[in-house]
């Protein structure tokens, strides 16, 4: 079982910028993947950034280049850096781990830009 809990959700304005941070009760070394979905009213869930134990990354392509993923193994938290954030980029936000052969999931976080 693991337990994830995210944080740093809120009202953005255009352009600007906000960290999430999931936290892990299981150490992030022992989960071989974990990242961040999204999902916005009326849409499917979408993968947004994954990170693996060695750190390779992976971003959906609406990204462009503005997040990005990491590990702080100290303190078992995956964190996603977002800039340049905007409207369409609305949306709650779910960390995500796989482990074994389950997948776990934080209760989201909502990020909201205004336009």
């Known amino acids: 079982q693991i337990q994830l809990v995210e944080s740093g959700g809120g009202l953005v304005q255009p352009g600007g910028s906000r960290t999430l941070s999931c936290v892990s009760s299981r150490p992030i070394n022992a989960i071989p993947i974990m990242g961040w979905y999204r999902q916005a009213p009326g849409k499917q869930r979408e993968l947004v950034a994954s990170?693996?134990?060695?750190?390779?990354?992976n971003y959906a392509t609406f990204v462009k280049g503005r997040f990005t993923i990491s590990r702080d193994v100290a303190k078992d938290t995956v964190r996603l850096r977002m800039n340049s954030l905007e409207p369409e980029d609305t949306a709650l936000y779910f960390c995500?781990?796989?482990?074994?052969?389950?997948?776990?999931w934080g209760t989201g976080t909502q990020v909201t830009v205004s336009s």
């Open positions: 990170i693996t134990t060695n750190e390779r990354t």
């Open positions: 995500w781990s796989r482990w074994g052969l389950d997948d776990y």
